[in-house]
């Protein structure tokens, strides 16, 4: 058995794992594969519309508001949410958090002027800021809810007044109960806690469809994915379809709350050792601390072969923080298994 | 067993589903599923760098190119040509010869002037434009090479003097040869002849990075892309993969110039049974019909429910035509076997 760590692409339950493996084969005994079929074919509409369906059931998301399955990751969702949340104001708020704001304020730079209103950069994006204000005239606020590189996690809504709040959730959606309906914009990768790389979800308050001033090149404008139920082109299929099995595994398993429970079981047991063993430093502020990244460096790094021998013996994978921070990154994503939070404890101990 | 005719996403090969399959559970004898590891390990990297290398050995791409697969369909390759290939000109030259055609043109109003230069709009596009001069003020000329809901293909490339040359492949990549010489940028969804839908494999020739006056936002620029070997955000890995699959099957199989030949054949068996059997009628002009799909109508339309049955009977699957067409439409790509096609030649004659 593998400890999976990996900061996404992740683990997924085995048995979403079995579902795709098998509908690759033979999707709902058509005798053809997921693949090879229309994806105007009633089984794929079937898929996308449960996909769309569990995405709301599963965040509570209320009347009134659009789910999505997009292409382009995050990195496109950054210009998406700029066009599509543009207003009169011209302007939008952005709190920088780490490289992911960094380049979603890049972005919104493409369509008009960005106040960055706080940032953590100071301190090498170790902490969430606090104590700013959101100023009123700006046409939306952008955060970053989760920072997987840093392994910083908002641990409550900016207080926005009237702004129109827009969260890149690609680190910790689903992982956790939110207030969607506090929300004009949510995106997310899917390759954390929602399925395969290859889909974006977009959870988008009906009343941002047709707001922006801007002109909005076709597949960037969320309007015409909405109009098509997320059918405007070919959707990517098999991500979708692996995410609604996923989606699926979640409800089964008692839904987003039952979830949250797990993940911060395993945070707790984690972070515990980080703070009890000598030998390790957490790198996040510890009111700030992600339940998805565990952030951490050795005290000594002269101990860093050994360690990674031992990570190595116990099977455990993924555990190399992100290149541009170092030391380590223990990604708790939804389908990890408490064990294997364990089993790292165990080795940190034997160290 | 079933004949699958589907439009895109389409057949592909037994052996690429069985591999595809496999690796969902066990990838490279990893222990890890190929989606659950990340997208820069280095088997995932392998897969990256064998299906770039593979598209430039297939279609014989020579030095000074770039082979990028993306994400967004050739739907966004309509927005991303446009920005890429923009140049001083500040006015491009599109042929028309379709439903894809007209949205490419669409999504070039954005970044500048589109020059219409031929447009076979006034017959339904039942026929590919001759007979046009390309002007030589424009910064490149885009077509779309294979018309899938009409059935027509380009049967030579247009004459463009020293205007470079754009094509939209996404229907006829890979299922003849081509002088990808000839071309400075070439994109094609994959969902057709070489894997499932979630990626877009772009061609671009060197020269064209920076070429563009415009400022592009980062993820639409291919420059962004190329400079990170295609990997500058997380990429959908499956699709890559599979594509990769597909590519390495076409290649032990005689590569393009041997599926030339069967697609020849595929085509030829079809037309001649439709021009040959008095209750069908061919819906593009005999020139410019496609290989890749073949759109024919019933000369009666009462005989519609009869041969709809017929066709069931004989488990032949997506030979429906395109809701903008009607009639029916035999896609033909590179998977599909002769036996397939003449699976549906015997029911046009038992009719």
Redesign the interface.
């Known amino acids: 058995?593998?400890h999976?760590f990996?900061?996404?692409?992740?683990?997924?339950p085995q048995e979403v794992?079995?579902e795709?493996?098998?509908a690759?084969?033979n999707f709902n005994n058509?005798?053809?594969?997921l693949?090879?079929?229309?994806?105007r074919s009633a089984a794929f509409v079937d898929v996308m519309e449960e996909a769309r369906a569990l995405v709301k059931e599963l965040l509570n998301v209320p009347n009134g508001y659009t789910v999505l399955f997009l292409?382009?990751?995050?990195?496109?969702g950054?210009?998406k949410a700029a066009y599509n949340m543009a207003g009169t104001h011209k302007k939008s708020a952005y709190i920088n958090t780490g490289t992911w704001s960094t380049?979603a304020i890049?972005?919104a730079r493409?369509t008009g002027e960005v106040d960055v209103i706080a940032s953590s950069e100071d301190k090498g994006f170790n902490y969430i800021p606090k104590g700013y204000t959101v100023p009123q005239d700006v046409d939306y606020l952008h955060f970053t809810t989760n920072n997987t590189i840093y392994g910083t996690q908002f641990k409550a809504l900016p207080e926005v007044g009237n702004v129109p709040l827009v969260a890149d959730m690609s680190s910790d959606i689903f992982s956790k109960e939110i207030d969607a309906s506090a929300f004009d914009l949510i995106y997310a990768?899917a390759?954390k806690n929602m399925g395969?790389?290859?889909?974006t979800v977009f959870i988008v308050k009906d009343e941002v469809f047709g707001r922006s001033p801007l002109?909005i090149?076709?597949?960037?404008n969320l309007e015409t994915h909405a109009k098509k139920d997320s059918m405007?082109?070919?959707?990517?299929?098999?991500?979708v379809y692996?995410s609604m099995l996923n989606l699926r595994w979640l409800k089964k398993n008692g839904g987003v709350k039952a979830i949250e429970a797990v993940n911060n079981k395993k945070a707790e047991t984690i972070y515990n050792e980080i703070d009890r063993n000598d030998k390790f430093v957490g790198f996040a502020a510890k009111e700030d601390r992600s339940n998805m990244n565990a952030t951490f460096n050795l005290v000594d790094d002269s101990l860093k072969e050994r360690f990674d021998q031992l990570l190595k013996e116990a099977n455990i994978?993924?555990l190399k923080g992100h290149r541009s921070v170092g030391g380590y990154r223990a990604s708790m994503y939804n389908a990890l298994p408490l064990s294997s939070v364990e089993a790292v404890v165990e080795v940190m101990r034997a160290l």
């Open positions: 058995m593998v999976n990996s900061a996404g692409p992740c683990i997924l794992f079995k795709a493996s098998e690759i084969l058509l005798g053809l594969s693949i090879e079929i229309s994806h292409q382009g990751g995050a990195s496109l950054f210009l380049k890049k972005e493409f990768g390759q395969p790389a290859g889909t002109q090149p076709t597949m960037l405007f082109n070919t959707p990517p299929v098999f991500a692996v994978n993924g």
